[in-house]
């Protein structure tokens, strides 16, 4: 793939836009400034967009062969530094590594009519707003410390927490934990681990970090939050990421050394992932996100957060292995995602 590259000057705030939203403040003002500033806001065409997703499904396709190659294993122990969802071999190939300090935006000109099509945003630690950051950092480590500490593979799964070792058809390795709702075919729709023990502090944290990361994305991205509303409409707040329903989204996830390759989702508006790391990220240890034909270095420090948002269809993302020529090892990086899944918003509108 031909690197990613900012491809003319950064278009105007006003002329960005979420598909499928109403464009009043896509990214906070500050957060653009700062990506204009750093020349990392990526202008596309559409030919050049449609390129970057057939590259990102075909490693995808790349990748699972590989690991098939490998024989039948625990999803720990995939061989992730055998394929090319690595680093340093996506780097190889074209993919730009953005460090963890810079900003960055990716855009499509829309049939080169002035309009924008917002399909990625990364926000570091150092551009967030301090208050939410904070918040969305303690309350996360908190919920991890909670759920991941004390024992091999975490705490049992309580009421309205499942664990997952494996996402479906999508490869992955790593400690994840879902809380809210979720869909069986788009038919049954039901809270993760119904019949589970109820565990106050459990939901209490899990309500605590979702609705932190939900008001930092009424801060940066402001759009993206206010479309998470909208679609949550019908949904009751029984239903919603958090026991109390104060949270827009239908699931919040949680992760730590986690992995997983390249991929794309069904969600009804954007998927707003944050990172946060428990303890201070061993230097030997790589942590990196890819999405829409980038990656990006994570924050390492403890007390800071990286926040990613893209739009909840057809950009394909994915978080890499901890090393390029070493098996995958646990580490203390943390993860969640804020999703509303297309099929249970669609349940609950049909209603």
């Avoid at 300090?101 to 000109?109: E, F, K, L, N, S």
């Amino acid at each position: 793939m031909g690197k990613l590259r900012n491809t003319c000057d950064a278009p105007p705030l006003e002329s960005l836009f979420w598909e499928g939203q109403d464009a009043r403040t896509p990214i906070s003002a500050s957060v653009y400034e700062a990506a204009v500033v750093a020349g990392t806001v990526f202008v596309l065409g559409e030919r050049a967009w449609k390129e970057v997703c057939q590259f990102s499904r075909k490693l995808k396709q790349i990748v699972a062969a590989q690991l098939h190659l490998g024989g039948e294993r625990r999803s720990w122990e995939l061989p992730w530094h055998h394929t090319a969802w690595t680093v340093e071999k996506l780097t190889r190939m074209g993919v730009v590594l953005i460090n963890g300090h810079t900003p960055a935006v990716v855009c499509v000109d829309v049939a080169g009519g002035g309009a924008y099509a917002l399909k990625h945003v990364h926000v570091p630690d150092c551009v967030l707003p301090e208050l939410q950051r904070k918040a969305v950092a303690s309350r996360m480590v908190a919920l991890g410390e909670s759920r991941f500490g004390g024992q091999p593979g975490g705490m049992p799964a309580a009421h309205g927490e499942s664990v997952i070792p494996r996402r479906g058809a999508k490869h992955s390795s790593g400690d994840l934990r879902m809380y809210g709702t979720r869909s069986l075919n788009g038919k049954h729709v039901h809270r993760y681990n119904p019949t589970g023990e109820e565990e106050e502090e459990c939901t209490r944290l899990a309500g605590a970090h979702a609705l932190a990361l939900s008001e930092l994305e009424w801060v940066v991205t402001p759009d993206a939050a206010q479309a998470r509303r909208a679609a949550a409409s019908n949904i009751p707040s029984s239903m919603r990421a958090d026991m109390s329903g104060n949270c827009d989204a239908v699931s919040c996830s949680l992760t730590q050394g986690y992995v997983i390759s390249a991929h794309d989702d069904e969600a009804a508006v954007n998927e707003t992932v944050v990172f946060t790391p428990m303890d201070s990220v061993p230097a030997d240890v790589e942590w990196c996100f890819f999405s829409a034909g980038l990656m990006h270095a994570l924050s390492r420090s403890v007390g800071e957060v990286s926040y990613v948002t893209m739009q909840g269809r057809d950009v394909w993302h994915g978080t890499l292995p901890s090393s390029s020529v070493a098996p995958h090892q646990l580490h203390c990086g943390l993860g969640s995602a804020l999703c509303s899944q297309g099929r249970i918003v669609q349940h609950w509108d049909r209603l």
